[in-house]
């Protein structure tokens, strides 16, 4: 396993420009963002901008949305001590915040309920998504069930495969589920199909982007329904710790769960910022799904930002394990956090994450998203560097039930 | 002036409509491409937009995204598109356009993209991704390279907007039919021509009409209300057969586009 501390040096005096007061009206991040779809979806997307400004300003929004996070999802998530896996790798106090506990095992439930509610207020009738790990398919096909919204989840051929768990929930709760069978059939082609679909649907549907991918306001608005993370856990950490914590863990696949739980820590210097992004098998292109660790700015679903690209611009084959991290693109202030230097970007690969899923189940009795599993593993390494009186935090995106299957198979083993 | 200012300027002194077909470069291979475009000549077409292959067309449907991959699948690279048409251009005497997407023009950065583009023989480029917000840099640098940056309306555009768009767009505007994604349609949308008239007593640049056109009905029914006429799933799905059959893909692409530009006429 290679070590952490030559590709992170621990910043002792975090210099940062990172601004929160991001995106500006035309939606960058800095240079990142923007908007870059075809002029049929713009009106839309203006609708959009507008409607989410004054439900943010509305008192009875912010309401009805807490109601359902409470009763409905179960907030606030736990932070959970995990003292023994702290004691067994014997650095930081590792803490957990319990995102696999909400209803429907991840954090995507935070972002689909908000812009289900967005939906009924544009007087939309439909919704669109689409899915990797099948959790946000999951989460958007609960949300319309809960509304009484017919609900399309456009998912990969080789993703409907490999969550088969996830694909049946979402039949259960009514949704229709469209395997995509072009391209990689993972995530990327998912997007793709959400996006046609949209094109032509967009005077009565709308898409709930999954992650703080795709054009303004998606990003911003993304981050903003889970940041509802960073807010719990902060108040969290000080009443438990008795002090904000010094590092903090999560896994980036479009990047939102990371953005919301990193946005509310982002003036607080003193807390390091790590994002986990997939390694795959290897740092050759095609072989990880890491563009933040190895690729560079270009234009991929709406957005400017790291994009895994051949020299032609047309984007590359990305592999991960994980459905859900098996991405080429990633949320442009992903991209403005990594060269403001607020947030450090590292990549874990398969067998590193795999290794991280036992860890947790035999020490703690936790399942772990094979996503989560990465960031997992790289706080397990950061968290050796680190004296027993600091504290890390891991933001455990969600729960591993869907990825048991996947798992046998990958061991060769019997389900 | 482009060789499209041109184009349209002839055009409507002398009352004519300009057809323009849309071809995708390298479906199966660039030397097929420059064939095609040789016929489309010959047949009397005005213009020939040229399709760039890209990975991630969100605003295509079945036959171009088909078409699209089975270019990248024979690993075809922009170079060889520039090389191909640079060759053989000089058969030529109808203006080119890229239809492009604005990942490839980042990747290469707009100024060398157009300059390589310009060189290579096209005279402008339609980018479906770039908005007009996101437009200005890239205007003025086709501006500098005396090229054209043709812009988009869609039936979603409001009407102030849409006056704005054309204010930006240089050579042609393109008027997109339909809510939706490249294809054949059998039906095209109703208050189209509608549409279409209020914009064009607004402005005095080309407006042409894309998405969807297939039938020689639906030639006959926009043509007078618009400067040209652009047509592409139609012909592409002509040439799909092309690695089996060169020659029978041509015919049938030929076919059609007689059978259109025949409609054009009446
Ligand atoms: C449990 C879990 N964690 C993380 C992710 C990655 O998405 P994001 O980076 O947007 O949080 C997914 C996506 O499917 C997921 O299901």
């Known amino acids: ?415 | 002036m482009t060789a499209i200012d041109d184009l349209f300027a002839k055009l409507r002194a002398s009352g004519k409509k300009a057809f323009m077909p849309f071809v995708t470069a390298g479906d199966p291979n660039m030397a097929f491409t420059s064939k095609v475009i040789t016929r489309l000549q010959e047949l009397g077409c005005s213009m020939a937009e040229v399709g760039f292959p890209y990975s991630d067309p969100i605003a295509d449907g079945p036959v171009i995204q088909a078409s699209y991959t089975r270019a990248l699948g024979n690993k075809l690279k922009l170079q060889q598109i520039f090389d191909q048409i640079q060759t053989d251009k000089a058969n030529w005497s109808m203006p080119l356009v890229a239809m492009v997407s604005y990942a490839i023009i980042h990747r290469q950065g707009p100024e060398s993209f157009i300059m390589a583009a310009k060189q290579a023989g096209f005279c402008g480029a339609i980018v479906p991704d770039l908005l007009v917000e996101e437009s200005p840099k890239m205007s003025s640098l086709c501006r500098k390279h005396d090229f054209n940056l043709i812009q988009l309306v869609t039936p979603t555009t409001p009407p102030d907007r849409a006056l704005r768009i054309a204010e930006a767009s240089s050579g042609f505007l393109y008027f997109v039919s339909v809510t939706g994604i490249t294809g054949e349609r059998t039906q095209l949308p109703e208050g189209l021509v509608d549409r279409v008239g209020w914009l064009k007593a607004r402005t005095s640049l080309p407006i042409c009409i894309g998405f969807g056109i297939s039938t020689p009905e639906h030639v006959r029914l926009l043509a007078p209300v618009s400067d040209g006429l652009i047509v592409g799933s139609a012909i592409v799905r002509c040439l799909e057969s092309a690695s089996s059959s060169e020659e029978q893909a041509l015919q049938n692409a030929g076919q059609l586009v007689s059978s259109l530009l025949a409609a054009l006429e009446t």
Request: hydrophobic content about 35%.
């Open chain 1, 1 to 415: 396993m290679s070590t952490i501390d030559s590709s992170l040096p621990k910043m002792v005096e975090p210099q940062s420009s990172a601004s929160m007061q991001v995106p500006d009206a035309s939606g960058r991040f800095g240079d990142f963002g923007g908007r870059y779809v075809p002029e049929t979806l713009t009106r839309a997307l203006d609708e959009l901008v507008v409607e989410y400004q004054k439900a943010r300003n509305d008192p009875d929004f912010q309401a009805e949305l807490d109601e359902l996070l409470h009763r409905f999802v179960g907030r606030p998530s736990p932070l959970y001590h995990a003292k023994r896996l702290s004691g067994l790798i014997g650095g930081a106090q590792i803490w957990l915040k319990r995102e696999d506990l909400n209803h429907t095992g991840a954090h995507k439930i935070n972002n689909t309920l908000g812009q289900a509610l967005l939906t009924l207020r544009m007087k939309k009738t439909r919704v669109i998504a689409e899915t990797g790990a099948g959790q946000h398919g999951v989460a958007s096909a609960t949300a319309c069930a809960h509304f009484g919204l017919p609900c399309v989840v456009y998912m990969g051929a080789e993703d409907v495969r490999r969550q088969k768990p996830n694909v049946f929930s979402m039949r259960l709760m009514g949704a229709e589920v469209r395997p995509v069978e072009s391209g990689s059939k993972t995530l990327r082609d998912a997007v793709n199909e959400a996006m046609r679909d949209w094109m032509s649907s967009v005077e009565h549907t709308h898409y709930i982007i999954g992650s703080v991918i795709g054009p303004h306001p998606f990003p911003q608005m993304v981050r903003d329904f889970q940041s509802v993370i960073g807010k719990e856990c902060r108040e969290q950490c000080l009443s438990s710790i008795g002090r904000l914590p010094d590092a903090i863990v999560a896994c980036v696949g479009g990047g939102s769960n990371a953005a919301g739980m990193f946005y509310p820590f982002i003036q607080d210097t003193s807390v390091r910022l790590i994002g986990v992004e997939a390694g795959g098998r290897g740092a050759q292109s095609g072989e990880h799904a890491s563009p933040l660790t190895f690729g560079s700015p270009g234009v991929l679903h709406g957005s400017y930002s790291y994009v895994m690209q051949d020299d032609d611009g047309q984007t590359s084959d990305v592999h991960s394990i994980s459905a859900g991290l098996d991405y080429p693109g990633v949320g442009p202030e992903h991209s403005y956090w990594k060269d403001t230097h607020r947030v450090e970007y590292t990549s874990c690969r398969d067998d590193e994450a795999l290794g991280a899923f036992d860890l947790l189940a035999r020490n703690e009795g936790i399942l772990t998203a094979l996503e989560t599993c990465h960031a997992l593993a790289k706080a397990a390494e950061i968290a050796k560097t680190m004296s027993r009186d600091e504290h890390l935090v891991i933001c455990l995106s969600g729960r591993g039930d869907k990825d048991a299957a996947e798992l046998a198979r990958l061991r060769g083993q019997q389900w």
